[in-house]
């Protein structure tokens, strides 16, 4: 008998994105993909927020897509699951364009098509893929991936995805201290959390501040910074 699984993987080989290759690896219109952007949804990711990154759209621009979108289908479009930054710096040179040698701003000439992957799964499936295909979060801010474990150990019915302590461990490859450590800079004042991310203030130091009235905080984190 043949299993559930594998007709779903024939079926995703013969989708409706038209041209898109038999393979694993999709090539798909930029305007077939999209971003999760309802923060209600568990795989919303805030760096939709943030301005697209320059350097990588031009490093696109240049030299390609080399890492795939993570995507669920929705409808007809591919949802992203992992890849926000990707997708944005790929739509920058498409809708503003990039500096060419000579200085002026140009667009593709054609067509760009971006690589997508489907996956499928519940959300908290696709939250631990997304994690995982990101290396353990190594290039995260340490507010952003304190963000992400909160995320992920809140419960269901609070917006998160029900995790535990011992999942969040290995998925983030963080020992429990390490983890409580960054859950704690979620209850820092504002220039805390700017100093721990700027690389002036450690996690641990950020985790110790926590615990005092956050109006005194923002002089302790400059005593640390001088």
Not at 26 to 44: F, N, S
Not at 177 to 189: N, Y
Request: some cysteine; proline content about 6%.
């Amino acid at each position: 008998a043949r299993s559930a699984s594998s007709g779903w993987a024939r079926r995703s080989k013969l989708s409706r994105f038209g041209d898109a290759p038999k393979s694993d690896v999709h090539h798909l219109k930029i305007e077939d993909v999209t971003p999760i952007t309802d923060k209600a949804d568990p795989l919303y990711d805030p760096r939709i927020e943030m301005d697209p990154d320059e350097a990588l759209a031009l490093d696109f621009y240049r030299r390609g897509q080399i890492q795939p979108i993570l995507a669920r289908r929705d409808g007809d479009k591919a949802q992203i699951v992992d890849g926000t930054r990707r997708y944005q710096a790929a739509k920058l040179p498409v809708d503003r364009g990039v500096p060419g040698p000579d200085g002026k701003m140009t667009k593709p000439d054609k067509a760009f098509r971006l690589k997508v992957i489907f996956v499928r799964g519940t959300p908290k499936d696709l939250y631990e893929q997304k994690i995982a295909a990101n290396g353990n979060q190594q290039q995260d801010r340490p507010t952003h991936k304190a963000w992400k474990i909160q995320h992920y150990l809140a419960a269901p019915n609070e917006g998160g995805l029900g995790g535990t302590m011992e999942e969040a461990e290995d998925l983030f490859g963080l020992k429990k201290s390490a983890i409580q450590a960054h859950l704690a800079i979620l209850d820092c004042a504002v220039a805390v959390q700017r100093a721990v991310d700027a690389g002036e203030c450690s996690v641990t130091a950020a985790s110790a501040l926590s615990k005092i009235p956050r109006n005194e905080q923002s002089e302790e984190v400059s005593k640390i910074k001088a």
